[in-house]
Nanobody, 127 residues
């Protein structure tokens, strides 16, 4: 049974940086495409970024393009989300999610495509 655990959230000032991690246990994360999503209070969940199992394809929401970078280290069973130039509107609970895939480029930027979800980590951008 795949379990995902997010870490690295916290409080940061506008313009600052944070790095999130999504660690997996129970299975080999290299068999899964991984997505990052976020949900702010009173708002719907929205997509942030995703990466194929191979790391050969990544996708980003327009709102984070150029500021966030997704990467993975399958040897460490971990996916990362580096967030730079953070804005107050980036404040949300961030979730990672996984879907099994053997497609080198499969990286859906849509929550409905994912089967497994972590519990989330809070990111707050405020001065």
């Amino acid at each position: 049974q795949l379990q995902l655990v997010e870490s690295g959230g916290g409080l940061v000032q506008p313009g600052g940086s944070l790095g999130l991690s999504c660690a997996a246990s129970g299975v080999t994360l290299g068999d899964y495409a991984i997505g990052w999503f976020r949900q702010a209070p009173g708002k719907e969940r929205e997509e942030v970024s995703c990466i194929s199992y191979s790391g050969g394809n990544t996708n980003y929401a327009d709102s984070v393009k150029g500021r966030f970078t997704i990467s993975r280290d399958n040897a460490k069973n971990t996916v990362y989300l580096q967030m730079n130039s953070l804005k107050p509107e980036d404040t949300a609970v961030y979730y990672c999610a996984a879907v099994s895939s053997s497609n080198y480029y499969y990286a859906p930027l849509a929550a409905w495509a994912y089967d497994y979800w972590g519990q989330g980590t809070q990111v707050t951008v405020s001065s």
